[in-house]
């Protein structure tokens, strides 16, 4: 068959492609393109066509078929599978403008705007359920057979609530909107008839979705009587009515309707949807102890499948929560119980204990009793058959309304009557029963009535129908011979049946009635009786009356003579008769344990019956899964935690990533462990499952919040007094902050950072719109984006190191994927349109949301910070201000509009000027402490006891300090140097010794202890080196030089280090061979050194110091050790460049350039003509071509370029010199915005040249 399938789109394929042909010669027939447009059709919805494929092909039969509505139609539902409500809506729209009568397409528009009205559901603004009244709508007129429909119904927008603020839909265009088909067409075929029967279906199965009642059933037993009737003429008919028959019985409508309808197939050889619906039919007319096993035995001979047995046994067997409704009085008990004899003491008499315990048996008896509640009674099929619509004339109208009349007069009299009896008879009794024979007489009478109840409420709704369908067949006739009074009549009459339906006084009365029997049935049991004879015969007439068969009367009914069989029996005798006191506490305690242990059984036990392969399959775990959790967690609440611990491992074992059961797990182990270690163990597998669980799903999104406040929860717990009120810092009602807990608890400080980083990361991507999780406006052009998605993929990156070490990696990478299809989504007009967003105006809100709360938190430490006038003597560390750094990383600068938004909501004063105080306050209050370990002031214990535990954490926040060291601020820079070097915070005899002629070893001692403990500075290795050189052993130091130079967080003490090391490692061979100026010979041996050691610091050294001297020494060979220069260096940077950072790449890159760039200008001599200036023109021009970076030819070619314009300038060439001046002017421009200080300040004063000789010459 699929090779058959396969073979039919073969065919198909040659026919498109041979009619494209003729197409593209321009000879194909108007025959030909029909064709092209049939086949493309059938190639659309061929099963082996992929969706994206046949959306191509529907397009192209649409244009060259354009007012084919099936195109459009095939359209819509191929969009609608793909869950693209947007297009597909506008695609349904256009297929019913095709064809404005199409019940088929109409349909279709009701399920669509029943979808989107589910993207709606709970959003403000908006009407509730709007689309899906107007669906239903639809559905209604569709099965009544109308054929035109308003144009308003066309419209797949929510309808707003009035005065509500919603976002204008403004980039729908024009066509999309709903047109007015009205008039402009009139239905032919079929006209006033249902034309599509799959309506009836959908109409059901929206019913069977509502809470079950009476009224719904009745709706829908018409419309599955006309489904049953259609089944032999619809393919699949059979399967149809099963799959509404079982949803009917798991909604829990009565098992006797399908087995009436059902009887319909009796001729017919049951296929195997039926047989699988009477397979359902006996489940649910089972005994609730053989279902289990019989659901057992289905499953396993496959008659049901896996997913519908759980069905089935969690309507039949779980039918209500497992919950112990006396929660607080169970635990009051147990604290009665515990405090036995003391109560006397607490002022309570003997009487009143015995009261007090009377209430807590009482209590928790009828709870233990309410822990499994009874299956409830199935409701009844209808039991009124709706009259035939026969032809009826004015003397048979006015006969069966006075019948109807005369029903509702007697019904009307038998409700005043049973009125009665209970003010006048029942309703006494219930308040002073004496034995249990009055009891059992009063539970009888009141069951009774509340059946008497139920029987006015159908019968009223059998009334009020019956005079519907009177009125229905009454409008042929003539007003004026039914009389002027009918319509009155009729009226009147729905009005009395309405009120039956609404006995307000009967319900009053029972309930008032049933509130006595309860608090009077400790100690009684009931009997077998009949219901009072005068209650009987009152119910008796009301039966008769409304015309009701008579095989189901109210139990216990008298008929005649005799009196009914009651079907009240006796009470089970569940519980002892008498507990009192304590002890009838404590055993009203045991009992309840084992009740609930029992349940607990009882809920289990069928779980047993199923095989091993069954309970494999999802449904069936995830039931089992339920049970297990609804147990723990009441075992958990009536004290039992062990027995708890060990359900919710069972669930850990069975599903390791079962979120619930590792959260209490985590919860318990809080409150009864008092090892940290675990505790924090069960927490952090807790946190690492909700990372996995996104990352198996691909998507960041689906557990994100609740990520978000597991983070804020730890980030609380680890503030150390940080926030003493964090709800209310949040909503800036106060800055409450312990600024010195904070700065002297680095490590709490850290762990409170870590986890409001990850909160923030998770908040950020819990956001749908594309924009707005780069951050960016919809308006923001390609560079910004492509900025907002460098930013947000630097931030994920650092970001997901305070993550738990196993999602670390995957977590990275869906949040990265997440942020590339956004970037992706924007580069469209879809991405960036609010009305393909729903969630557009919720996430804007979020976003702004977030921005705010990252720089709330920035002004509370600020405030601290401001408030605090003595912080600065009082802090232990600095370490604190790295971290505070930190939350730097947080991209809120990506959008300035939203940023400035969120900024303006903390009221702190302009936006603007906020922003940038928050932003560089820990840089601002770096600079502070750094001055203060420098103030001469200041005690000098004290600043050598900061310095040196600064100079610990330099190491461990390396990034920030070298981040500040890179800063455009020379006094900072100077300061941070005098931190490297540490001479200051030396013992007097390290410095005399550092300043005399011989190092002491105590000194050398000292120095090295201080380079294993501060291997981030590199001063003291320096100082070292010093030390050592002058004591003959300078190679000692080279240890301590090597980890400085590859630790140090200052550059130029790096590089220092690094220059020791060459004077120390540099081999003699070497050495001599630049002091004999053989060149040639030490860049052989360089080029061996580097082919053993790429990544050598000091072979680069050692080459940039050959060629070098090579370059001063010999000038006239410069020109010719260009090529090997660049290749020689370029050699070494692959070598190391994975060990490099960039900005080291790009500091060698400069020192290449500029050896080039000497290489270039030696071998040129004196630059004292215009000749000279020719050739540094050409040479500096051949040095760009090779690499456009290189700002020292840049700036020689300047030069040569300025000279040249000024040399054509005194030779009146005044164009060629206007246009070697416009060159010079270009490269001094560039150099101005690319070049490092020394050669922009360089290009400043030539710029100032050019631009006077241009004057000057009136350029």
Not at 132 to 138: A, S, V
Not at 621 to 637: F, P, W
Not at 719 to 748: C, F, I, M, W
Not at 911 to 917: L, Q
Request: charged residues 30%.
């Amino acid at each position: 068959m699929r090779r058959a399938l396969l073979w039919e789109r073969e065919k198909l394929l040659d026919h498109v492609r041979r009619i494209h042909l003729l197409r593209k010669r321009r000879q194909a027939t108007p025959e030909e393109l029909e064709a092209l447009a049939e086949a493309c059709f059938r190639l659309a919805l061929h099963p082996a066509t992929p969706p994206s494929e046949a959306v191509s092909y529907l397009k192209e039969g649409q244009r060259i078929d354009g007012t084919n509505p099936r195109y459009a139609y095939h359209l819509a539902r191929l969009f609608y599978g793909q869950n693209k409500m947007k297009k597909a809506s506008g695609w349904i729209r256009r297929a019913a403008q095709y064809n404005p009568s199409s019940h088929r397409i109409w349909a279709h528009i009701s399920l669509l705007q029943k979808e989107i009205n589910r993207e709606y559901h709970g959003k403000t603004g908006y009407e509730p359920d709007g689309l899906r009244l107007r669906g239903e709508n639809i559905a209604a007129r569709i099965s009544e057979g109308q054929d035109e429909f308003s144009e308003d119904l066309l419209d797949f927008d929510p309808p707003k609530l009035k005065g509500a603020q919603t976002p204008e839909r403004q980039d729908a265009p024009e066509s999309a909107k709903p047109q007015s088909t009205r008039g402009l067409w009139k239905r032919v075929s079929g006209a006033g008839t249902c034309r599509w029967t799959g309506i009836y279906d959908l109409i059901v199965e929206d019913l069977l979705e509502r809470e079950p009642r009476e009224k719904i059933r009745d709706e829908m037993l018409p419309l599955l009587d006309r489904i049953i009737k259609m089944c032999r003429e619809r393919t699949g008919g059979n399967m149809a009515f099963s799959v509404l028959g079982i949803e009917w019985l798991i909604a829990g409508y009565p098992v006797s309707t399908i087995r009436r309808l059902i009887k319909n197939f009796a001729d017919e050889p049951q296929d195997a949807s039926l047989l699988l619906l009477e397979t359902l039919c006996e489940l649910f007319e089972a005994k609730l102890t053989d279902v289990p096993q019989r659901l057992a035995s289905a499953l396993k001979e496959g008659k049901i499948p896996p997913l519908l047995a759980a069905l089935v046994h969690h309507r039949r067997l779980l039918r209500q929560p497992l919950e112990f409704r006396a929660l607080g009085m169970y635990r009051l008990a147990r604290g009665f119980v515990e405090k036995e004899g003391l109560s006397a003491e607490g002022g309570e008499t003997r009487e009143q204990t015995e009261k007090k315990a009377a209430t807590f048996i009482k209590v928790l008896l009828n709870a233990a009793e309410e822990l499994e509640a009874p299956e409830p009674a199935p409701m009844n099929d209808a039991l009124l058959a709706k009259p035939k619509e026969e032809a009826i004339d004015v003397a048979g109208a006015r006969n069966v309304l006075g019948e109807l009349e005369a029903s509702c007069r007697k019904l009307e009299q038998a409700r005043y009557d049973v009125f009665s009896f209970l003010k006048t008879k029942l309703e006494p009794m219930s308040k002073k029963i004496g034995d249990s024979q009055e009891y059992s007489q009063a539970v009888k009478d009141h069951t009774a009535v509340t059946e008497f109840i139920g029987l006015l409420n159908r019968v009223g709704n059998a009334g009020i129908e019956r005079l519907q369908s009177l009125t229905g067949r009454a409008q042929k006739l003539k007003a004026a011979e039914l009389g002027n009074d009918f319509v009155d009549r009729i009226d009147t009459c729905r009005k009395n049946f309405n009120e039956l339906k609404m006995p307000k006084g009967l319900a009053v009365v029972q309930n008032r009635i049933d509130r006595s029997l309860k608090s009077q049935a400790e100690g009684k049991t009931a009997s077998e009786v009949n219901i009072s004879v005068d209650l009987g015969r009152f119910i008796q007439a009301a039966r008769e009356a409304s015309g009701l068969p008579d095989e189901a009367p109210p139990s216990g009914v008298v008929n005649g003579d005799e009196g009914g069989k009651p079907d009240l029996g006796p009470v089970e005798k569940k519980w002892p008769d008498k507990l009192a006191g304590i002890e009838g506490v404590k055993k009203a305690l045991d009992l309840v344990d084992r009740e609930v242990d029992a349940v607990i059984e009882k809920r289990l036990a069928p779980f047993r019956e199923y095989s091993e392969a069954d309970m494999r399959h999802p449904s069936l775990q995830a039931l089992r899964a339920m049970v297990k959790s609804e147990a723990a967690e009441l075992l958990y609440r009536l004290s039992q935690p062990e027995r708890a611990l060990a359900l919710w491992n069972d669930l850990i074992a069975e599903d390791a990533l079962n979120l619930d059961a590792l959260k209490n797990i985590a919860v318990y182990e809080s409150l009864n462990e008092k090892d940290h270690s675990a505790i924090l163990g069960a927490w952090r597998a807790y946190g690492e499952r909700l990372y996995l669980c996104d990352i198996l799903l691909q998507d960041p999104r689906p557990h994100a919040e609740r990520r978000a406040d597991f983070h804020r929860d730890f980030a609380s717990a680890y503030s150390a007094g940080l926030l003493k009120d964090e709800v209310e810092a949040r909503q800036g009602k106060k800055d409450a902050t312990n600024l010195l807990s904070v700065a002297n608890s680095p490590g709490y400080l850290e762990e409170f950072i870590s986890h409001k980083v990850a909160e923030f990361l998770n908040r950020r991507m819990n956001l749908n719109t594309p924009t707005l999780v780069l951050g960016v406006e919809r308006t923001a052009g390609p560079e910004r984006r492509q900025k907002a998605l460098d930013e947000m993929l630097s931030f994920v990156q650092e970001a997901c190191t305070y993550l738990p070490p196993k999602a670390q990696e995957g977590f990275r990478k869906i949040c990265s994927d997440l942020l590339r299809k956004a970037f992706e989504a924007c580069a469209g007009t879809e991405g960036r349109t609010i009305s393909k967003n729903i969630d557009f105006d919720r996430d804007e809100e979020k976003y702004v949301h977030w921005i705010a709360d990252v720089y709330r938190l920035k002004k509370t430490f600020f405030v601290a910070l401001r408030d605090s006038k003595d912080w600065i003597h009082k802090i232990k560390s600095v370490d604190f201000l790295p971290l505070l750094d930190r939350l730097n990383m947080l991209p809120t600068g990506t959008s300035a509009d939203y940023q400035e938004s969120a900024v303006s909501s903390l009221r702190a004063g302009e936006a603007s000027a906020v922003i940038e105080t928050l932003d560089f306050m820990v840089t601002g209050h770096t600079v502070m402490v750094l001055q203060y370990l420098f103030d001469d002031r200041v005690d000098r214990k004290r600043r050598e006891d900061l310095f040196w535990k600064l100079a610990a954490g330099l190491t461990r926040y390396r990034p920030f300090w070298e981040k500040l060291a890179d800063r455009n601020d020379e006094n900072l820079k100077n300061v941070l140097k005098a931190i490297d070097e540490a001479s200051r915070f030396y013992p007097e005899e390290v410095i005399k010794s550092l300043k005399g002629t011989d190092g002491s070893g105590a000194a050398a001692k000292f120095l090295e202890e201080r380079c294993r403990r501060y291997p981030a500075l590199t001063g003291p290795a320096q100082h070292l080196f010093i030390l050592y050189h002058k004591q003959r052993v300078p190679e000692k130091a080279i240890p301590f030089l090597e980890a400085a130079a590859k630790n140090g967080f200052w550059k130029e003490g790096r590089e220092e280090c690094r220059k020791h090391l060459n004077s120390l490692k540099l081999p003699g061979e070497i050495d001599g061979l630049l002091k004999s100026k053989n060149y040639r010979g030490a860049l052989k041996v360089l080029r061996m050194q580097m082919k053993e050691n790429p990544a050598s610091q000091a072979v680069l050294d050692s080459l940039v110091k050959c060629y070098s001297d090579w370059i001063e020494n010999k000038p006239i060979e410069a020109g010719s050790l260009i090529l090997d220069i660049d290749s020689d260096i370029e050699t070494w940077l692959e070598g190391a460049r994975q060990q490099l950072e960039a900005k080291d790449v790009a500091t060698l890159k400069r020192n290449k350039h500029a050896l080039l760039t000497n290489a270039a200008l030696a071998s040129l001599g004196k630059l004292d003509n215009v000749e000279k200036m020719r050739q540094l023109e050409e040479a500096m021009s051949g040095l760009l071509k090779r690499d456009g970076e290189n700002m020292p030819a840049v700036y020689y070619l300047m030069i040569a370029n300025f000279q040249k314009a000024l040399h054509l300038a005194n030779s009146s060439l005044m164009a060629e010199a206007r246009t070697e001046f416009r060159k010079a002017d270009r490269l001094a421009n560039r150099l101005l915005t690319e070049a490092q200080d020394d050669y922009r300040n360089k290009a400043r004063e030539y710029k100032q040249q050019i631009e006077k000789a241009r004057a000057q010459l009136g350029f």
